[in-house]
């Protein structure tokens, strides 16, 4: 995505569009975000009012195993004076990232929640 994210664009490009047909199709369905901005913003809260969604700690980015992802494609980025070759690079290796460390960071989630439970919802050692 490019550009600066708001609340209004998370909605419009993202939440509308993909999340909310999804849902929509997983009756029961808990949806998870973390506090970014675009996610708290009053479009966004107004429009997910329709949908379970799982209540974030403040000050914890430490339960998703999507940030954990982003960290390991960031690893081996190579440098680039482009958007077009970040685009490509981020895809490439997004696309060869292991599932195994996909599932691994997914399986330690139990571990996660409980470090932040223990850590009265601060930061953890993951």
């Known amino acids: ?46 429009f997910l009012r329709h949908f379970q969604t799982l209540p974030w700690p403040t000050r914890s980015p430490d339960l998703s195993p999507l940030v954990h992802v982003w960290d390991q494609v960031k690893r081996p980025m190579p440098s680039c004076h482009f958007i077009h070759d970040l685009e490509l690079a981020v895809q490439d290796l997004w696309a060869h990232l292991p599932q195994d460390n996909i599932r691994c960071l997914i399986n330690l989630t139990p571990d996660r929640v409980m470090a932040c439970i223990a850590a009265g919802r601060g930061p953890t050692r993951y």
Do not use: S
Request: aromatic residues 6%.
């Open 1 to 46: 995505m490019r550009g600066t994210l708001t609340g209004q664009r998370y909605v419009e490009d993202i939440l509308r569009p993909h999340v909310g047909p999804f849902l929509n199709g997983l009756p029961g369905a808990l949806f998870q975000q973390d506090n970014a901005p675009p996610h708290t913003a009053r479009v966004a809260q107004d």
